[in-house]
């Protein structure tokens, strides 16, 4: 029997992940990480105990402020719009359950992550899940090769309604019905301003928001309070309604301009991973810029700048993107890999 290390958090999906590993015959030991504030474990440890499977504890806490935190607090202040889950996800919890795994002689590792693997050709690759609106492959770009040939994504291969169905079935009703938890984790349904501003010495100054003929059109409250594509806060014009176009943290300046301003027919895109070089020249190649928004329709262009910055050339303008952002490449439902857009 071979044995399988799940994270799991107390909801619906790393719950009915360990439980569908158990059924096919693996021996499943649980795993939680502690990654910000100490966990209650009284839920998840009754889950565990109702289906028999050992529970156990991983601290990462400070792999976690270092690696996930720090980076979301420094980026704000360099006019940045960072993607913590998706720093969380590579970086920090496959590989606290990497450890774990080799800790107990395990030779898998699993998570409720709606997304499948496949080997390509020997390499290993995500794969979208097959419901769309759960699909999580866009926050995993640059997971290793070692972690993702010992990877399980049972959840791949289901939606979420077919997940819930299946846990009422079992006699786990009350936890289908739970509502998911949304949003940065460690923000804990606060702002994100008020977060920063609390984890940082730094002083966010007011200074000039500029219009598009370099007239000073008001005052901004602090870089930080903007993000690329903003309208609250930002004075119109003659009536003419501006957003966000640039934050110039060097001059303490937020650029603003009209909305047709903000579309850009390239992108820049920095720190790139990818599984194979190779497959980013193919013809049918396309990006997502966003978790859940909109993104280009069509296939890209791509030129290599240098070992891990590239310049995107898009089938169509792309509004509002902004530095700090993920970008994930697809070739069809396959993940090739991703990089973080960078300031032009």
């Known amino acids: 029997m071979e044995r399988v290390v799940v994270g799991m958090s ?29 966990n209650d474990l009284t839920q998840v440890r009754d889950l565990c105990d109702k289906i028999n499977i050992p529970l156990f ?43 774990v795994a080799d800790e107990y002689g395990a030779k898998y590792i699993a998570t409720g992550h709606y997304v499948r693997i496949a080997c390509l050709a020997g390499k290993y690759y995500i794969r979208k899940g097959i419901d769309p609106q759960k ?6 770009w640059g997971v290793s090769q070692e972690i993702l040939k010992r990877a399980l994504t049972p959840l791949g ?20 019905d739970k509502p998911e938890s949304m949003g940065v984790c ?35 409250a602090g870089l ?25 943290t060097e001059n303490n300046v937020i650029l603003v301009a009209p909305r047709a301003a903000l579309f850009t027919g390239s992108i820049l895109v920095e720190r790139v991973q990818v599984v194979s070089k190779e497959d980013l020249w193919a013809s049918d190649v396309e990006i997502k810029i966003r978790g859940l928004g909109l993104n280009p329709r069509g296939y890209v262009r791509i030129e290599e700048l240098d ?18 952002q993920p970008v994930a490449f697809y070739r069809g439902d396959i993940l090739l890999g991703g990089g973080i857009a960078g300031k032009d």
Request: hydrophobic share 35%.
């Open 10 to 38: 107390g909801g619906i999906d790393s719950f009915v992940t360990a439980m569908l590993l158990r059924e096919q015959g693996y021996e499943v030991v649980g795993v939680t990480l502690q990654l910000w504030e100490k």
């Open 57 to 99: 504890l991983k601290e990462g806490r400070s792999l976690f402020r270092h690696t996930v935190v720090e980076p979301f607090v420094e980026s704000y202040l360099r006019g940045l719009t960072p993607s913590p889950c998706c720093m969380c996800n590579r970086l920090v919890k496959w590989k606290l359950l990497q450890e």
């Open 135 to 140: 699909d999580q492959s866009y926050f995993l």
């Open 157 to 176: 291969d289901y939606t979420k309604a077919q997940v819930k169905e299946w846990a009422g079935k079992n006699g786990y009703v009350q936890l289908a």
């Open 186 to 220: 460690f923000l804990q349904k606060k702002d994100y301003r008020a977060f920063v501003q609390q984890n940082t010495t730094a002083v966010c100054l007011p200074g000039k928001i500029v219009g598009p003929t370099g007239k000073v059109l008001g005052e901004h």
């Open 224 to 248: 930080l309070n903007y993000t690329i594509g903003q309208k609250r806060g930002i004075p119109s014009e003659d009536g003419e309604i501006f957003y966000v176009r640039e934050i110039d």
């Open 307 to 324: 070992e891990c910055r590239l310049r995107v050339y898009l089938p169509e303008p792309a509004w509002a993107v902004a530095p700090g």
